[in-house]
């Protein structure tokens, strides 16, 4: 194989890909960013103190109206688990911010199709009830005592600032907060500090499936995915895509490529479901349980969301096999031509634009010393005394309300 011409296959079906979701990865960080503008976390942990229903529904919209970078969720978990959140609420929050946000759905419509959103919707949805059932059975106090235990020892982990930074505005209708020039800013900072966080993911998502789709022979996955045997391919399925995601490193929104090249190799639909939800259990985030809540939790958590994904998948599969909607047509029409002038050209202009507005909204509001915080640990963040800063106005403008 000629090795230059291989590469530029690969990074051929990456910018395919690229070129395809550019406008609805902007539309989704951009909505995402309008609910966080008006929806604050700062009540978070007093709403999710126990395990009760009504718990865990808070946690579960609080998750819908955060960012979804994997690594932020996972550190604002831990945050408010430390400020009084129950463990379960604060597990159930990480699954809802990386499984029902709005820019996982876009980009799943536009390069998969409806059914894969509306099963990772749906999907997401059940293992927060499984896992609300498994930790009830299975979590034991001494185990909630040596999460607590670490995690107020403080070890850094990765998005610390981005996840406790708070810009949200208060007062006044939905619309007018949202309009208002606090809104626009608020709005353009997490636009662009979502960006920043979930970047390398998508690069190394659209990397890898490129490398994947161009490189591995198409008999390879359909004798990996037992695509001879459909009843086999569907039980293997849901028990291998976590398995893959694992070691894949890929998080957030950076698997959804990864997930169209194997489906469109032969993996089940529940197998392909399961994939995409198990991008909190990959190496670099155990790592970061690890240090958050130490090695048996992590091993726990581990344990516990891969059962969660698994049986999440299988359900996923009864359920949209019994209302007959399953998708069967494999291709994935982006890996089937490049770019052209059509109506994906024309939106990807438009939303260039809108992202280039964001952007220097951002960058004339303080935007950088921002982005610079994203990394520091919480506490810095608390004890930050720039009172120039967006996050710091925001946080005076708060207290004096």
Known sequence: MDIVGAISDAL?????????????????????AAVQAVASHRSMARLVGDDSPRSLSFAALFGVASSSCSYASVALARSIFRKGASFTSAMVFQLASTNLVIE??????????WSFAAAEFAGGLIMIVLIALIFRLTLTPKLIDAAHRQAERGAMGRMEGHADMDMSVTGGSLWAR???????????????????SVWTDIVLGFLIAGALEAWVPSQFWRDFFLTGN????????PLVGPLVAIVSFVCS?????????????????GGVVSFIFADL?????????RRYYGGRVMLY??????ATMAIAGYVVELLFGALDIVPTDRRIEVMTHGPSWNYTTVLNIVFLAVAVVLGWRFLSTGGPMMLRMMNQPAEAMEHHDDTTSPHAQHAQEKRGA
Request: charged share 10%; aromatic share 18%.
């Open 12 to 32: 051929k079906a990456s910018f395919d890909m690229f070129w395809e979701v550019f406008w609805p990865l902007v539309l989704g960080f951009a909505l995402s």
């Open 104 to 113: 996982l759905g876009i980009i799943l419509v536009v390069l998969m199709g």
């Open 178 to 196: 949202l309009t208002s020039t606090r809104g626009f800013t608020a709005i353009s900072h997490y636009f662009v500090m979502d960006w920043a």
């Open 230 to 237: 459909p009843t086999w391919a569907k039980i293997e399925g």
């Open 253 to 269: 929104v950076g698997n959804v490529p990864l997930a169209a090249v194997l489906w469109r190799g032969g993996i089940s639909f």
């Open 281 to 289: 259990i990959v190496l670099p985030v155990l790592d970061i349980y």
């Open 301 to 306: 958590i581990l344990v516990t969301f891969y």
